[in-house]
């Protein structure tokens, strides 16, 4: 197993900052969801600086240790659908860098992001409200939810592309010697 120095202490680093703010958005709620985007983002960049293995490693390892230090093991659920929604993402974008004749790749890019999230959200919307909720849900606060939830992926991903883009490509060279 030959893992380079630079590349361990990245992505140790990484790791480190994503479950502190794993942490933080336990301690600060008024902040929670900005806490755990930013941890998810780090799986992000792992997975493009090095490969989507090494991103699957070092989510795991971060869902370890967040559910260990963590006070809020809820808030790691959300970590997880989070982090799991960027693998995801970030391994339909090899695949159709892999596949460069497919028709409308950017039309197939953007649906496979929605199925993605659909097919994690609508299964922990509709199964485990009992988790979130406090007694009985009318249809009409669960359409709410269901929408308000495709908004939300809305903002998350365009966060997420504003990040990787726009941050991260003015920060990558400070952390590897490259930009």
Known sequence: ?????????????????????????GVLD???????????????IIVREYDLKTGIIFFGGTLLLGFLLAPQKLY????????AYVLFVEGLWRFLGKHQNMKKPKLVFAAGKFVIFNIMYVPALFLFPKL?????????VLLFFLLGGQIALFLFDKAYEYFLIRM?????????GRG
């Open 1 to 25: 197993m030959l893992v380079s120095g630079k590349k361990m202490a990245v992505s140790g680093l990484l790791m480190a900052l994503s479950v502190v703010m794993i942490i933080l958005s």
């Open 30 to 44: 008024f902040n929670t969801l900005f806490f755990l985007a930013a941890a998810a983002f780090c799986v992000g």
């Open 76 to 83: 790691c659920i959300t970590f997880a659908m989070m982090g």
């Open 132 to 140: 979130l909720f406090a007694g009985e849900i009318s249809d009409k």
């Open 168 to 176: 991260w490509g003015n920060w990558r060279g400070k952390f590897f």
